[in-house]
């Protein structure tokens, strides 16, 4: 049963940092791509990066710069680096894997931007 948890998130001053982390399991977490998506409260799913299987990245325009994407497949982890944080990136963070046809996340994890 593929599981994806992630931790990480917290409350930050803009400018701030945090790593968000995403455990896997169930699968072979070194063959598919893995994705960060989040969620702003009445607002749909926001796409953040992507690292594929081969390890190269991608990340939505207002992400570039600021957010890294990385992934540990001996730890089937993956995590994402943000700095500069702006209030306007507080909402739940998921990772995301297209598996089978099927998608699956997490819980997330709240990360939110404020002073």
């Known amino acids: 049963e593929v599981h994806l948890v992630e931790s990480g998130g917290a409350m930050v001053q803009p400018g701030g940092s945090l790593k968000l982390s995403c455990a896997a399991s169930?699968?072979?977490?070194?063959?598919?791509?893995m994705n960060w998506v989040r969620q702003v409260p009445g607002k749909g799913l926001e796409w953040v990066s992507a690292?594929?299987?081969?390890?190269?990245?991608g990340y939505a325009n207002s992400m570039k710069g600021r957010f890294t994407i990385s992934r540990d497949n001996a730890k089937n982890a993956g995590y994402l680096q943000m700095n500069s944080l702006k209030p306007e990136d507080t909402a739940v963070y998921y990772c995301m894997i297209f598996y089978r046809s099927a998608i699956y996340w997490g819980q997330g994890t709240q990360v939110t931007v404020s002073s």
């Open positions: 169930g699968f072979t977490f070194s063959s598919y791509d």
């Open positions: 690292i594929h299987n081969d390890g190269t990245t």
